[in-house]
């Protein structure tokens, strides 16, 4: 298995526009989460899906955030409009329900 | 509300062991869980232990979990470079159908030659 993926791995764009992370699970895992990492903040999980429908969003900080899961191998999460606060490593991780996270690579996103 | 508290830095040289700290607040976790992350990298699963466990020991990992205090340690035998990376406590938090992982802030392990 290729484990989580995620796309891009790098994302550099100017404020305001609009930003989609992408993110294909492990295939069999029932459960996606977003997380954005930070020095200030740290981990933190934005929102995560169980069979596709989102279970827990209270971690999106605005409404500029949106994540979609339209089938079970393949996960979105879009800022729009982005700001330079946004700047982080974005994160995804997968898992089956009572395994540990399998977790990608992440997206080093920066908005200038 | 759960909370997951680790100490932010450790450094230690080569050879010497390395202890690694957490504390947690959900007295109901079934499980608590070590993750590694390398610079540039996600976060890897490195060990578990199931809360009727004490004592956990892979390799030259060895986890204990005291759960009266609430406390989980890492230790790492024998620290090398390659083991400088930061460390997570995580433990699992409830919500909806399936709990999710509460994270500590890392542990940053440095390892002086």
């Known amino acids: 298995d290729a484990g989580v993926i995620q796309s891009p791995r790098h994302e550099v764009t100017e404020m305001g526009q609009e930003v989609t992370l992408r993110c294909k699970p492990i295939s069999g895992h029932n459960s996606l989460f977003w997380y954005r990492q930070t020095m200030m903040r740290g981990l933190e999980l934005l929102i995560y899906?169980?069979?596709?429908?989102?279970?827990?969003d209270s971690g999106m900080p605005e409404d500029r955030f949106s994540a979609k899961m339209p089938n079970a191998s393949f996960s979105t999460l879009k800022i729009q409009p982005s700001e330079p606060r946004d700047s982080a490593v974005y994160f995804c991780?997968?898992?089956?329900?009572?395994?540990?996270?399998?977790f990608g690579s992440g997206t080093r996103l920066t908005v200038v | 509300g759960e909370d997951v508290e680790q100490s932010l830095f450790l450094s230690v040289r080569e050879g010497d062991s390395s202890v690694i700290n957490c504390t947690y607040t959900?007295?109901?976790?079934?499980?608590l869980y070590w993750y590694k992350q390398e610079p540039g990298a996600g976060l890897q699963l490195l060990t578990y232990i199931f809360s009727n466990m004490d004592m956990k020991q892979d390799q030259r990992l060895t986890v204990l979990l005291n759960k009266k205090d609430k406390h989980l340690s890492l230790r790492i035998a024998d620290t090398q470079t390659g083991d400088s990376a930061i460390y997570f406590c995580?433990?699992?938090?409830?919500?909806?159908?399936?709990?999710?992982?509460?994270f500590g802030k890392g542990t940053k392990l440095s390892v002086k030659p």
């Open positions: 899906f169980n069979n596709n429908v989102p279970i827990d």
């Open positions: 991780a997968s898992s089956l329900e009572g395994d540990g996270y399998t």
């Open positions: 995580a433990e699992i938090g409830y919500g909806g159908s399936q709990g999710n992982l509460i």
């Open positions: 959900d007295s109901s976790s079934t499980y």
